[in-house]
């Protein structure tokens, strides 16, 4: 498709919700461009820190509150999961009609606050509630941040922009473990929410401050974004009969099953088979997971860039080929019985699995025009989180549990190697599945 400048008479056609910046905007320079780039990466490594620091913290909460391994991955997991995916929907729709960035801004001051409540938890209901309003705030995060993004960034450096988003989940995840890790051992677990939910908000104040609302549709001329965004179901409808998106959402949706049933249960794996103390857990996870998943992710999205240019196909052949191989890694990290070599192959494993996400935003942004795109990724996330983060710490926990009543050696490795290598070849299917029809359906888009 050829890019075209944005027009002035198309700028003034927009909704008058947007507060976009149209006869002067700063996103003709690059600079200005990757500073926003930069700043929406920052909030995205806060909703990580703050998902995540549960999972490195969650061994002195279940002996302090007395928990099960399934109370665990509901806390981790589904109470999470749940309402961060009800959420998103309506939030998106706000952000393809609204000003994306106040919602980002009043998201991350809802999360932030959420979380520090987390510490004042007297017993686990108190901590189940406080986990469903961090899901509340979460849910206004990336949809309108991915929106953002694919309205600055052209279609041909997309997924890397989209890629160097989704590192902030990587960094999220290493100051999580590295600070939770070290708070918990040094002081307490509740102390660690207090530390890591309060700057949130100094940050909300610095986006509304610095960040201005883009024009929709800017980095492509399309025209049809400065149109109202059609309503929920016509987007439903539209993404549901692109084959390639049904499949592309599943194969995610399996790959984030292996991120958080797998990876958010590697801190407790690792404590209870070689009894290593939290603080060097959380040393050890941050800088696989963080450094990692943080490659992974930048690797994934320029690989995809790279190949897609010549066949758009390689959206979704790199992630296929990339997953595949975590069948044999997480092979070495659970039936090693080496812990420095399992620890070792925790980054790979998190390199591999982070790969995915730029190229699978980008290529779905790809079947829809700018007006539909932050619902397009709430569709994806919430596809997406219901499966891989609501299901998987859950059932990983569950059949641990059932494992441990029925005497089995080793209960919580079992689990997460059956299910970890179930859903790698369940990702990889869909991955190709949606590969043969992904032509076809970016073809069919209405410009």
């Given at each position: ?44 490594v ?45 939030i ?47 849910a206004g ?12 960034f ?31 051992d ?111 992710s ?44 399992a ?58 549990d ?46």
């Open positions: 498709m050829t890019i075209h400048a944005p027009r002035a008479e198309t700028a003034h056609e927009k909704s008058p919700d947007d507060d976009a910046d149209t006869t002067n905007t700063p996103y003709t320079q690059p600079f200005y461009r990757y500073y926003v780039l930069a700043v929406l990466t920052v909030v995205y806060f909703n990580f820190v703050d998902r995540q620091l549960l999972v490195i913290l969650q061994e002195p909460i279940k002996a302090e509150l007395n928990l099960s391994d399934t109370q665990l991955g509901l806390l981790t997991g589904f109470a999470f999961a749940l309402f961060y995916v009800i959420c998103g929907i309506p998106a729709r706000w952000a393809d009609k609204g000003n994306r960035r106040t919602i980002i801004a009043l998201a991350l001051t809802i999360w932030s606050v959420m979380t520090a409540m987390c510490g004042l938890a007297a017993n686990y209901t108190h901590l189940l509630l406080a986990r469903v309003g961090v899901g509340v705030g979460e995060g990336s949809p309108p941040a991915h929106s953002m993004i694919s309205d600055i052209k279609p041909k450096n997309r997924a890397l922009a989209l890629s160097v988003y989704s590192i902030g989940i990587y960094i999220g995840i290493l100051i999580g473990f590295a600070a939770g890790g070290f708070l918990a040094a002081f307490s677990w509740r102390l660690a929410f207090f530390v890591v939910g309060i700057p949130g908000v100094a940050l909300a104040l610095l986006v509304l401050l610095t960040v201005r609302e883009p024009i929709r549709g800017w980095s492509e001329g399309d025209t049809k974004a400065v149109e109202p965004a059609p309503p929920i179901g016509d987007v439903a409808r539209l993404l549901w009969s692109r084959i390639s998106f049904r499949h592309i959402a599943l194969a995610a949706s399996m790959q984030a099953f292996i991120i958080y049933g797998i990876g958010n249960w590697l801190p407790s794996y690792f404590l209870r088979t070689y009894e290593l103390d939290i603080g060097t857990i959380g040393a050890w996870m941050a800088l696989t997971t963080g450094f990692g998943g943080g490659l992974g930048f690797c994934g999205g320029w690989m995809a860039d790279k190949f897609g240019a010549k066949d758009v196909r390689w959206y979704l052949w790199v992630p296929a080929i990339l997953t595949s191989l975590l069948v044999p890694v997480q092979l070495a990290i659970l039936l090693s019985g080496e812990v420095y070599f620890l070792i192959m925790t980054a790979p494993f998190h390199f591999l699995s982070a790969a995915y996400l730029g190229a699978v935003l980008a290529v779905s942004h790809n079947l829809v025009n700018g007006r539909m795109r932050a619902m397009t990724s709430a569709v994806l996330f919430f596809v997406l989180n219901l499966i891989g983060l609501g299901l998987g710490p859950v059932i990983v926990g569950f059949l641990s059932v494992f441990t009543r029925n005497g089995m050696v080793a209960p919580l490795g079992t689990a997460m190697l059956i299910c970890g290598t179930v859903a790698a070849i369940w990702s990889v299917t869909h991955y190709i599945l949606a590969a043969n029809k992904v032509r076809e359906d970016i073809a069919r888009r209405q410009v």
